[in-house]
Structures are given as structure tokens and as C-alpha cells.
């Protein structure tokens, strides 16, 4: 039995495309996939929109939680609830393009080949970082992703691996004296590794094999080289569903705008959260409106162009391979 998780946020029409995408492109290729929505604070509206999307998506086990919960500890409650032999970690900002794709990764587990399929990432403090480098490599996949660790997406393996990890998945601190999760390097000074990093390290000082693979996260330096790109990572869009959404933020509204003023992530972001909004049809119209109006707000007091996101939108037309 093969089941894909999903921890997601709460951003409803980010979960409603995710789920278009994968009855379209891949939903045959799993038993289950089991999505857990976390930080609805307290909106029943947007819950029952997306349970009512779940009971009409084949073979989706949906829970939900009004906090935002942990990315790791997320991986760690799916796994938890799913009895599959074969397990697919994903996000919601993840898109599988090729049918096949899906089956592929998971047959290169089922059979034998490989006990983890999995592309490379470098999210750790430098001692972090150098210890894990020295212990296990540093590993740099096609589309230009590196590093020592395993990205908790696009992740394929037995999920009687993942359960045995002892570390947990969530992002990892350790002091000074702490021994450095399976790298035999003892810290130095205090230092922090990103979600599924301890659980790698972990994973491969007991020899679990690695397929890497490609992650294929956006980036527009590399971008025009993937030509027959299976699945890609759009990056970082539930990092705004706080305020699109709750019009939470974690730092004043002046300090967050001029954050997203001097970053180039943000006009990506934008670039989908509008590509969100124009398919969404007329699911939740006082949510769409409000969070359209928060967007174009944040749009306009960081003076993000129209060139700018349109520039953003084009590059990722031709990977979007299903109807929206």
C-alpha cells in the first residue's frame, strides 16, 4: 500500500488547487493521501470548504488543526496515522507534472533498488553543516539543489524506516557538548538544522541507501534547463497564509513590507497567489475578496511591478501541465 502526506496550511485556495492538481496528475498512483491542515484559528467556513473538497477527491483522509503546527511533527502525526508499507512525503507548494512520475519513485523502494529516494538540501547552521558535509558528502542534484541532508518533499521510502527515527522531524538546536546527530562531531558552539535534517543524518549513519533525485525548487537561473522536469517546488507559499488569511503577522506591518520590498521571493509568491485566486471560481467569495485585497495591498506598499510578476508567472506557465 502507497500513501502520499501532506502537511499543508490553512490557505484554502492553495489546498483546493493542490488538490485539483493531484486528481488530475497523480491520484491513481497512491492508495491514500492523508492531509493534515493546520492554523485554520478558528475559521469554519474555510474547514468546511475543504472537507467537503476531501470527501470528493479520491482515496483523501483530511484532519485539521485551528494552530499552526510544526512542519516535522506533522510528518510525524501522518505517519503515525497511515498503516501504507510505501510512504511519499510532499508540500502544498509542490506540483507533480508527468504521470508516472509518482509510481517511478516508489518503485525504486518497492523493489529493492534503493531504501529512500530523496534530493539534497543545505538549511543548517556552518558547524552544522560542515559535520553533516564531512560525515556524509555533499550531494548536488541536476536542477541544482545541495547539500547533506533530505528535503521532506518529493521524499519516497518504507515507512517502517521513517518511523524508527529517534531525532523526530522537526528543525533541530544543539549546544555546545551535543553530539551532532550520527556525524561522530561533537558541537562546538549552539547551532540549528531545518525541518528533516536531524532525521536524515540519523538515517544515513545507519546505512539506509539514497537515490537523489532532483528537487527541481524554482530558481530562474535554472529553470530554462528543465526540460522534462517530473514534479517541481514553487517554494515557500504557506508563509503568507497567516496574513492573507488571519492578518497575522510576526513582526510589524513596516518591518514585514520592507522585507518583502527586498526580496525576490515575494514577487514569486505573488505570481501564484494570484494564479490561486483567478482559478479558485467562486468557492468562499468574502475570503477571496478579502484576500485579494490584503494581496494587492501588500503588493502595492512594497511597490512589486506588474512586469515583475508577470515575469514570475510566465516562467512557470510551461510547467503547469494539468487544466487549472
Excluded at 488543526?65 to 511533527?73: A, M, W
Excluded at 517511478?104 to 529512500?116: H, K, L, W, Y
Excluded at 522534462?228 to 503568507?240: E, I, K, M
Excluded at 483567478?278 to 511591478?305: K, N, Q
Aim: charged share 25%; with cysteine.
Amino acid at each position: 500500500m502507497r500513501a502520499a502526506l501532506l502537511p499543508a496550511g490553512a490557505d484554502p485556495f492553495l489546498v483546493a488547487y493542490w488538490l485539483n492538481h493531484y486528481e488530475r496528475v497523480w491520484a491513481s498512483e497512491v492508495d491514500e493521501l492523508r492531509v493534515q491542515v493546520s492554523g485554520l484559528m478558528g475559521r469554519d467556513d474555510v474547514r468546511e470548504y475543504l472537507a467537503d473538497l476531501a470527501a470528493r477527491t479520491p482515496n483523501v483522509v483530511m484532519t485539521f488543526s485551528d494552530e499552526r503546527v510544526d512542519h516535522g511533527q506533522v510528518i510525524g502525526r501522518l505517519l503515525s496515522e497511515t498503516s501504507a508499507d510505501h510512504v511519499m512525503l510532499c508540500e502544498d507548494d509542490a506540483f507533480v507534472r508527468r504521470t508516472g512520475a509518482v509510481a517511478e519513485a516508489f518503485r525504486r523502494v518497492e523493489t529493492g533498488e534503493t531504501d529512500i529516494v530523496a534530493s539534497p538540501r543545505a538549511t543548517a547552521t556552518p558547524e552544522v553543516l560542515y559535520a553533516a558535509s564531512r560525515a556524509f558528502g555533499w550531494t548536488v542534484s541536476p536542477s541544482g539543489e545541495a547539500g547533506p541532508f533530505m528535503w521532506p518533499c518529493f521524499l519516497f521510502a518504507r515507512r517502517a524506516v521513517l518511523v524508527k527515527v529517534q531525532t523526530g522531524f522537526s528543525v533541530h538546536h544543539w549546544l555546545p557538548g551535543d553530539m551532532i546527530s550520527g556525524t561522530g562531531q561533537v558541537a562546538i558552539a549552539e547551532g540549528d538544522a531545518d525541518t528533516f535534517a536531524a532525521a536524515s543524518m540519523e538515517l544515513m549513519s545507519k546505512g539506509y541507501r539514497v537515490h537523489w533525485t532532483s528537487q527541481y525548487r524554482s530558481d530562474e537561473m535554472e529553470m530554462d534547463s528543465w526540460h522534462d522536469a517530473p514534479w517541481f517546488h514553487v517554494g515557500s507559499l504557506s508563509a503568507s497564509t497567516e496574513y492573507l488569511l488571519n492578518k497575522r503577522l510576526p513582526i510589524d506591518r513596516p518591518e514585514w513590507i520592507a522585507d518583502v520590498r527586498t526580496s525576490s521571493d515575494w514577487v514569486k509568491r505573488v505570481s501564484w497567489f494570484r494564479r490561486l485566486l483567478d482559478t479558485s471560481g467562486d468557492a468562499l467569495p468574502e475570503v477571496r475578496d478579502a484576500y485579494r485585497a490584503e494581496l494587492e495591498a501588500m503588493v502595492h506598499d512594497a511597490g512589486i511591478s506588474e512586469e515583475q510578476i508577470t515575469r514570475w508567472t510566465r516562467r512557470f506557465d510551461p510547467f503547469v501541465t494539468w487544466p487549472e
